[in-house]
């Protein structure tokens, strides 16, 4: 029983990686844009077919791969921001979120068409996995949440050593004051939407790892990653940690209980459980 | 194609527009009306298909009842059941914003979608339900025309009922929360409470259209439903139409359901080997539709009458 809850755990710990990489990117466009960006998940999906592309039509590792799929990410948010939500910034919130959801749903057209409909992986064959004590841990999985802490790290420099850096954080803390001291607010939207872009690639590509590539993969994983958003209060990337983890571990761990089908409603649940009681999330949000 | 095929392609086409008519008004209630975003539409659709499934095939082994009652109760039955659907996670949800409410409604329609898939005893699973019989087959015959016509008769009674919510003062407090929710709370109204009445009403009127589609169709499964495409052709159609105005909503619903059908036209004549590629391309088209209304037109075709210019 222990060494099966420790086995959990050790899947919990490797979908919260995943999670927490996608909520950083939608908790730091909410904090910079005021609106939750429902085409997140397809972004995630879209970083991990630029990687199959690599993977499976030149032979590159997913490593390697990983860099040109941030890259064509981080370009496909910023292509969509300027052609698309640049024009509805005066509108009201709600709109970019109706836009998003449309964007969403152009997204997986186009993964479709392009790499077609059905399950792809990036490596056939089973990984031999290593064993201690009865657990079983694949290589896979220690990459995954090695690179997710290597991301958070930088990102954490970046938030807190650098010039743009510090001015994200400061319109989101403070819209108007940040603006009236002279901050270049398009340019600090272009970053928000390369850096949300490349983490969610990188979150894409974690995800076809541990599971496989759809095009639905990322609207099935677009309610987990919000609700660790939510959790770690929206609009604070240190947060989007905490609740990646969180989400992650309950909705692995909860399948001790329930059927596995319904862990997307575990991760539900936990979000109106905290909407109810602490709307503004584990650490103070933006709400 | 021949004057009968044209006909019969005719009757299907409106008994479709219909249905997506009481759609696009429910979500008119709910977004329209009142600024609430409901991204689950497909989730209360496929509860009112499955809830008069139930209530109206004959007795069966493989799901829950069936318990051979009149059409008219199974319409009843599935606007009630949607409602308490929406009843129960709207009292949990209506004290919030409105962008935390629009990813509780995802995480509802996955749930259901999950349930339909996996609670055999009640849904039949993956295999869905069949024989569910024509509105009023058993007297006027199963007639295609006859099903339009209860469709359409069903349309004209939603829009109705909103049109006479939208104008009375219920409908008025509505408007006056979306567009500044604590002035209206500051007049002593409590806000969530008339956000839940609307938020129940157009999740009914969204029951309905789906046990409109379980008659018009005769069998559901969970295929059926593939959530996005049904909740995100709704949104096109009431975005197009004109949000807040019922007139808009017919006419986006109708336009809309024209230009989808005739998109499949086109990508027909491509041919059977490239038919996943064609929905798909279907499927952009309509999403770029989307982005070029919502930033040449917001206010849609038919906008809303002395609505506030933004």
Known sequence: MVTELLQLAIYGVVLGSILTLGAIGVSLIYGILRFAHFAHGDLMALGAYFSLSLVAGLGFPVWASAPFAIVGAALAAIAIDQTVYRHLRKSPPIILLISSFGIAIALRSVIQLVWGPRNQVYASGIQIPWRFEGLVIKPDHVWIVLGAVVLVAALHLFLTRTKMGKAMRAMSDNMDLALVSGIPSERVIMVTWAVGGGLAAVAGIFLGMDTRLHPVMGWSVLLPVFAAAILGGIGRPYGAIAGGMVIGLAMEMSTVVIDPTYKPAVAFALMVIMLVVRPQGLFKGNA | ?310
């Open chain 2, 1 to 310: 194609m021949e004057m009968d095929g044209l006909l019969t392609y005719g009757v299907f086409f409106l008994t479709q527009a219909g249905i997506y008519a009481v759609l696009a008004l429910g979500l008119n209630v709910q977004y329209g009306l009142t600024g609430q975003i409901n991204i689950g539409i497909a989730g209360f659709f496929a509860v009112g298909a499955y809830t008069s499934a139930i209530v109206t095939t004959h007795p069966s082994t493989a799901h829950l009842g069936g318990f051979n009652l009149p059409f008219p109760v199974g319409v009843v039955a599935a606007m009630a059941t949607s409602a308490l659907v929406a009843a129960a996670i709207g009292r949990i949800t209506m004290r919030l914003r409105s962008d935390y409410l629009a990813i509780a409604t995802i995480g509802i329609a996955e749930i259901i979608r999950l349930a339909l898939k996996n609670e055999d005893w009640l849904t039949n699973g993956v295999r869905g339900i069949p024989g569910i019989p024509r509105p009023f087959s058993e007297t006027l015959g199963a007639n295609p025309l006859i099903s339009l016509g209860v469709v359409l008769g069903f349309v004209a009674f939603a829009f109705w009922m909103v049109e006479r919510a939208r104008s009375a003062p219920w409908g008025r407090v509505l408007r006056a929360i979306r567009e500044n929710e604590d002035g209206v709370s500051a007049a002593g109204k409590d806000v969530a409470h008339f956000r839940l009445q609307a938020f129940v009403f157009g999740a009914s009127l969204m029951g309905m259209a789906g046990a409109l589609y379980a008659h018009f169709i005769g069998f559901i499964s969970p295929e059926a439903f593939l959530p996005l495409y049904g909740t995100f052709l709704v949104w096109v159609m009431l975005i197009a139409g004109g949000a807040g105005n019922n007139w808009g909503a017919l006419v986006g619903a109708l336009a809309i359901w024209v230009l989808w059908s005739a998109t499949q036209f086109m990508t027909d004549a491509l041919g059977a080997e490239y038919a996943t590629q064609a929905g798909a391309l279907r499927v952009l088209l309509i999403g770029v539709l989307l982005q070029v209304i919502l930033i040449a037109r917001p206010q849609g075709l038919l906008p809303e009458r002395g609505a506030r210019k933004h």
